[in-house]
């Protein structure tokens, strides 16, 4: 059950990267290349504030996600064998015993 869950926040941080890291890059070249079309300094003056917004929540997501998730991945690592050990207890515990086998007088 944790190794799927480990392989699930593997893909989940791997996929959140990159689409972060795509959408970075597309605002910013969108953003300078609207620049050097117009040349406006009000549209820089304008538009400065929310490109810099979008930078700072996509590097937020897009380096805070993987982090997130690899912490989760050592819990998970780190618990996996407690788990284990403890539902082979389960497991052996949930068998009843056999009664010894009679014995020839």
């Known amino acids: 059950m944790l190794d799927s869950a480990v392989l699930w926040l593997d893909q989940l941080s791997s996929q959140v990267f990159w689409t ?6 597309a605002i910013d070249l969108v953003a300078v290349a609207v620049v050097a079309q117009t040349r406006s300094r009000a549209l820089v003056n304008r538009w400065t504030g929310p490109v810099l917004a979008a930078n700072l929540l996509l590097l937020g997501a897009g380096l805070g996600v993987p982090v997130a998730a690899f912490a989760a991945k050592a819990v998970a690592n780190a618990v996996a064998p407690s788990v284990a050990t403890s539902t082979a207890t389960v497991s052996k515990d949930a068998q009843p015993e056999l009664p010894p086998a009679p014995t020839a007088p």
Not at 20 to 25: G, N, R, T
């Open 20 to 25: 972060c890291a795509m959408a970075l890059v």
